[in-house]
C-alpha cells in the first residue's frame, strides 16, 4: 500500500505569494489533516479534513486555508506569503480520525524569501 | 499550543544502551502516540497507547502511560546507530472530535556508534 505522498518536496516563493500544497493520503483514508512545523514554534495543527468537510481548525490566520475532494485528496493554500511561513508542512491521514494513527507523508519544505 | 512537555531535550547514548523519553500532558486524551522523525523528514508513527491501556511493547519499544500522573514514557531498548532522531509524543484530546493531534517538543536522541 503506497504511503502518504505531498507535493511539491521542495517550494521557494517571495513575500506576499501564494501556494497550494497538494496531499495524497493512503488509499482508503479519509481523514487527512495537517500541520506546521517550525523551528521556533514546533508541530502546530493546522487543519483537518473529513468527507470533503473542515472537521478542526487550529489557531491560524484566514490566509491558511484547505480543502477535501471526492477522493480525499487534499490541498491547502496560504495566501500573502510571510517570512514566518517559512516551515515543513506536513499531511497526514487516517482511516476516521478520533482515535487511530495518524500516517505522515515526507512533508513539503516552503521557504519564502 | 504544545500541550506536551518532553524531557530530556537532547539525549546521547552509546550503541546498546537504553534510551528513555519522558512526556507530560495537560488534558484527558483519547490516546497518545509516539513519532519519530529523521532530519526534518516526514514523521514515522510508532506507537499508539489508548487512554484505558497502561503499557505496549513493539519490539524494542516500550511505551507507558499514566493517566492520573498525565505522563508518558517511550523506552528504547539495545540502542542503535540508526535510532538517532528527534521523538515526539502527540496526543488526541478526548474533548475534541475527529482528529488533531497536540505535539511535545520533541527530543532529540543521539546513538553513537
Known amino acids: 500500500k503506497a504511503g502518504v505522498t505531498q507535493t511539491p518536496r521542495y517550494l521557494i516563493k517571495t ?15 479519509r481523514s487527512v489533516s495537517w500541520y506546521q512545523q517550525t523551528p521556533g514554534q514546533g508541530l502546530q495543527f493546522l487543519f483537518e479534513y473529513f468527507s470533503e468537510t473542515q472537521r478542526n481548525k487550529g489557531n491560524f490566520p484566514g490566509r491558511f486555508s484547505g480543502r477535501q475532494f471526492s477522493n480525499s485528496r487534499s490541498e491547502m493554500n496560504v495566501s500573502t506569503l510571510e517570512l514566518g511561513d517559512s516551515a515543513l508542512y506536513l499531511c497526514a491521514s487516517s482511516w476516521s480520525g478520533g482515535e487511530g494513527e495518524q500516517f505522515f507523508g515526507p512533508g513539503t519544505r516552503l521557504t519564502v524569501l | 499550543s504544545q500541550q506536551g512537555e518532553e524531557d530530556p531535550q537532547a539525549l546521547s547514548i552509546q550503541e546498546g544502551e537504553n534510551a528513555t523519553m519522558n512526556c507530560s500532558y495537560k488534558t484527558s486524551i483519547n490516546n497518545l502516540q509516539w513519532y519519530r522523525q529523521n532530519s526534518g523528514r516526514g514523521l514515522v508513527h510508532l506507537i499508539l497507547i489508548r487512554s484505558n491501556e497502561r503499557e505496549k511493547h513493539s519490539g524494542r519499544l516500550r511505551v507507558t502511560l499514566d493517566t492520573s500522573k498525565k505522563s508518558s514514557s517511550l523506552l528504547i531498548t539495545a540502542s542503535r546507530a540508526a535510532d538517532t532522531a528527534s521523538y515526539f509524543c502527540a496526543t488526541d484530546e478526548r474533548e475534541t472530535s475527529g482528529s488533531r493531534l497536540t505535539f511535545g517538543e520533541g527530543t532529540q536522541l543521539t546513538v553513537n556508534p
Open chain 1, 15 to 29: 513575500r506576499g505569494q501564494q501556494v497550494t500544497l497538494s496531499c495524497s493520503p493512503i488509499s482508503g483514508h
